[in-house]
């Protein structure tokens, strides 16, 4: 009799924690040590509460079937985005989220298998967690699948799509690129082409981002549609802006400069074309057209700032970027407007050198070294008054800077 009691009460409790749902770990590192141990992969949901989505998912979660699968095959964790602690988690791996909610699963050791975005019913999920085990399904094997051949445009889109979210900008790129190639150019007004513009790119040279960033209205209509009105222009805004501010923007062409600054008016942004481009026009301007012209465009918008620790900027961004001292004389005067303005011993310093810098761009040593001494002086009183962190780190960057100058000018 004991021992049947015992087993009535085993079995009701084995069906009541399935009945409850999906098991959550507390913590993503006790999440990943208890997969370890019982060799299972972990699915994180990454979600964030003010998420109408995000919470329409809460009851297909808890459903029994959805329960009993997850439970059985993965060990599972609730990522909340707003969370910064459990963020980090996100950052430490280096993955960047184009949207929420989204399910990720991980092998045992952390490395991605598997993505979705979910499709709300208990068939489904159980589905997405398949997916995630099997390895001619999963996205984390797509790369695989890639270079044995394949361009199905489900496997491309999927591959592209994680690819973003590990932030590999280089593969990301190459398989965007084939999978515009192989879509069908009769559906390129689709939803399901917008998703892929929206959630696969990180390149705006690619042909679903020009046609996209031309058709925004359409992308309006489904955006609307969902109640998610202006998310096209955040969407395309944040494209523009990878490219504006890419390693490689520094090389880019006049040309490819100007196709830029038309995106940024195409999604309203026209205000903002200058403050954002002209570094790198600025660049295109001196490979192809000379530095005169650059100074001459720079010039432009020194005459209508009256910040000085703008003044200054400009002049780092000569001493770093002009190949000589040709027109270090017109530079001067910008450091000597902003001087007398600065306030803080910190933007003193700062200022005093990039005077130097620009000094020995000139080519006078003489004046380079007491503009450096000023800088020193100044330098002291700043780490005197820094009481934050961060104001303490960057007066120690800068007199690691103003030490290397001096020992370049000794």
Not at 37 to 56: D, L, R, T
Not at 70 to 86: E, R
């Amino acid at each position: 009799m004991k021992k049947i009691l015992l087993s009535t009460i085993f079995l009701l409790s084995f069906c009541l924690a399935f009945s409850q749902g999906i098991k959550w770990e507390p913590t993503i590192q006790g999440a990943f040590a208890k997969a370890k141990a019982q060799n299972k992969p972990v699915f994180v949901e990454c979600f964030h509460p003010n998420c109408p989505i995000c919470m329409g998912l809460e009851p297909t979660l808890k459903n029994a079937e959805v329960g009993k699968f997850y439970n059985q095959n993965f060990i599972n964790y609730k990522l909340n985005l707003s969370d910064a602690k459990q963020v980090k988690f996100l950052t430490e791996k280096k993955i960047y989220l184009p949207g929420f909610p989204l399910f990720l699963y991980f092998d045992k050791n952390q490395n991605i298998l598997h993505h979705t975005d979910p499709i709300n019913t208990p068939k489904d999920f159980v589905n997405h967690g398949k997916s995630a085990l099997d390895p001619n399904i999963q996205s984390g094997s797509a790369w695989k699948r890639y270079q044995a051949g394949s361009r199905d445009v489900g496997m491309l889109s999927n591959l592209a799509y994680l690819l973003r979210i590990t932030q590999d900008t280089t593969r990301n790129i190459k398989v965007a690129n084939d999978l515009y190639m192989a879509y069908p150019k009769d559906k390129l007004s689709s939803q399901e082409s917008w998703e892929i513009a929206k959630k696969c790119l990180m390149d705006v040279d690619n042909g679903f981002a020009e046609f996209w960033l031309r058709n925004l209205p359409t992308a309006k209509k489904y955006e609307d549609a969902k109640g998610h009105a202006g998310n096209e222009t955040n969407a395309m805004g944040m494209l523009v802006q990878m490219a504006i501010y890419s390693p490689k923007a520094s090389k880019y062409s006049l040309a490819k400069v100007n196709k830029l600054k038309q995106y940024m008016n195409l999604i309203g942004a026209g205000q903002y074309v200058t403050s954002n481009t002209w570094q790198i026009e600025s660049q295109a301007l001196i490979r192809e057209q000379g530095q005169d012209k650059a100074m001459s465009f720079i010039q432009n918008m020194v005459s209508q700032t009256a910040q000085p620790q703008m003044l200054v900027y400009y002049v780092t961004f000569y001493n770093v970027n002009f190949p000589d001292g040709k027109l270090a004389s017109q530079v001067r005067n910008w450091i000597n407007t902003a001087l007398p303005q600065l306030k803080t011993p910190l933007d003193i310093a700062n200022a005093r050198y990039e005077s130097a810098r620009l000094y020995k761009k000139a080519g006078d040593t003489a004046k380079a070294k007491q503009e450096l001494a000023l800088a020193k002086t100044s330098l002291t009183g700043a780490k005197a008054k820094a009481t934050d962190a961060n104001s303490k780190k960057v007066a120690e960057n800068l007199g690691n800077s103003i030490n290397q100058l001096g020992t370049q000018l000794n």
